[in-house]
């Protein structure tokens, strides 16, 4: 099981930025495709920005475009989230996954199936 660390939450007002960093222990980590998750109180997961194993290839929730950007230091195990021009309705907890899928179309990032998440990292955006 691959376990992993998310870090760089907290609260910014809105129009702020955060950072969030998720370093995982697992070996392979260049390997994967890896995202960015999130779950808002009382709504589903969804899925934020993923990043496939050289970085050649991302998507990012239609909310996000623009604002949001992923990146990944393989020899660190590490996976990146920038957030800009944050929003109220980021609020949520992060969750990064050390093993997902970007359909072939582009159009959706998935987690593996039965992933089993870390603690996630707390995200408040004040209006």
């Known amino acids: 099981q691959v376990q992993v660390v998310e870090s760089g939450g907290g609260l910014v007002q809105a129009g702020g930025s955060l950072r969030l960093s998720c370093t995982t222990s697992r070996s392979s980590f260049g390997g994967w495709t890896v995202g960015w998750f999130r779950q808002a109180p009382g709504k589903e997961r969804e899925g934020v920005s993923c990043?496939?194993?050289?970085?050649?290839?991302?998507w990012h929730a239609d909310s996000e475009k623009g604002r949001f950007t992923i990146s990944r230091d393989n020899a660190k195990n590490t996976l990146y989230l920038q957030m800009d021009s944050m929003k109220p309705e980021d609020t949520a907890m992060y969750y990064c996954?050390?093993?997902?899928?970007?359909?072939?179309?582009?159009?959706?990032?998935?987690?593996?199936?039965?992933?089993?998440w870390g603690q996630g990292t707390q995200v408040t955006v004040a209006s």
């Open positions: 996954a050390a093993q997902a899928n970007i359909n072939v179309a582009g159009t959706r990032c998935e987690p593996e199936d039965n992933y089993a």
């Open positions: 990043i496939n194993w050289s970085g050649s290839v991302t």
